[in-house]
């Protein structure tokens, strides 16, 4: 895996991620891990799926989506 960019819905602002070394889309009661990055755009359609968490060498974050939504993956 190597990067993600996202557009946040609500201004259309971009977020890119690099490094990325593992990514998880979230339900209130599960968590999905994308075994390669492209299966995120089938896993975030996923009915309950509430949010992406992004693994870096350095840090993870987690985002809503329903404020952002995956614009471009990059290997």
Avoid: R
């Avoid at 557009?7 to 890119?16: A, G, I, P």
């Avoid at 509430?50 to 939504?69: A, H």
Wanted: proline share 1%; hydrophobic share 35%.
């Amino acid at each position: 895996m190597t990067s993600i960019n996202l557009v946040n819905l609500k201004n259309y602002t971009e977020k890119l991620y690099t490094n990325v070394t593992k990514a998880t889309v979230n339900t209130d009661t599960e968590q999905y891990e994308a075994v390669l990055l492209l299966d995120l755009f089938d896993l975030v359609n996923e009915k309950g799926a509430v949010s992406l968490t992004i693994y870096q060498d350095d840090k993870v974050t987690t985002l809503p989506l329903s404020d952002w939504q995956i614009s471009t993956i990059g290997y």
